[in-house]
C-alpha cells in the first residue's frame, strides 16, 4: 500500500510534442505529490508539487493532472524540449505521519531534436 | 545560494573496507535523508532524520549500515564493512517540515560509490 507505480519506464517524444508520464498509488491518506527531474549525474531536483484537494496544477509547460478517486496523478511537458531530457520521479507523501516521500521507479525521457 | 553538499563525490574502495559518506544540510533544514539509487531499485529511503533524532531506518541494512547526525550540520552514513552490492549513488537530502508537515527535499549532488 506504500507503493507509489511509475509508468512509462521510457519515453521518447519528438520536440515540440507532449510528453506524459502516469503515476498510480493505493494510500488514500497521501496528502502531497511532489515531481522530482533529474539529469545524468545530478540529484533530483523538485520540479512541480500538487495537493489533493485541486485537480490540476500548472507552471510553465509542466502541468499535473491529479484525479482523487482514480488515485492517479500525471505530468504533462507541453512544446517537450531536448533539454527537458532526464529522468522524471513522481512521488507522494502522507504529511501527517512522518511526511517522507515514496518515489515511484522513475521515468527516462529523451526529446529528439 | 543554499545547497546541500556531500563529500566524497566518488569513492572507490575494496570488499571489506569501512566507507563514510557525509552530508552538509542546508542551513535552517530539519529533516535529513539518506537514499541510494541503483538501476534496479530506483531510489531506496535509507533512513530518515528529524531534528537529528533518527524516524525512519527500516530500509537500511542494520548490520553493516549505520547514520548519524553528530550536529546539525552533519550527517554520516557508514558502512562497514561494504560488499560489491553496496555499489550505488547515494544522496542526502534535506528538508523543512513546517506545521502542516509539509516536506520539499533539496537533494545533493551524491556520493557514487564502488566497492570492488
Known sequence: QQQVKQSPQSLIVQKGGISIINCAYENTAFDYFPWYQQFPGKGPALLIAIRPDVSEKKEGRFTISFNKSAKQFSLHIMDSQPGDSATYFCAASDTSNTGKLIFGQGTTLQVKP | ?????????????????????????????NTVFWYRQTMMQGLELLAYFRN????????????????????????????????????AVYFCASGRVGLAGYNEQFFGPGTRLTVL
Open chain 2, 1 to 29: 545560494d543554499a545547497r546541500v553538499t556531500q563529500t566524497p563525490r566518488h569513492k572507490v574502495t575494496e570488499m571489506g573496507q569501512e566507507v563514510t559518506m557525509r552530508c552538509q544540510p542546508i542551513l535552517g533544514h
Open chain 2, 52 to 87: 537529528r533524532a533518527p524516524l525512519d531506518d527500516s530500509g537500511m541494512p542494520k548490520d553493516r549500515f549505520s547514520a548519524e547526525m553528530p550536529d546539525a550540520t552533519l550527517a554520516t552514513l557508514k558502512i562497514q564493512p561494504s560488499e560489491p552490492r553496496d555499489s
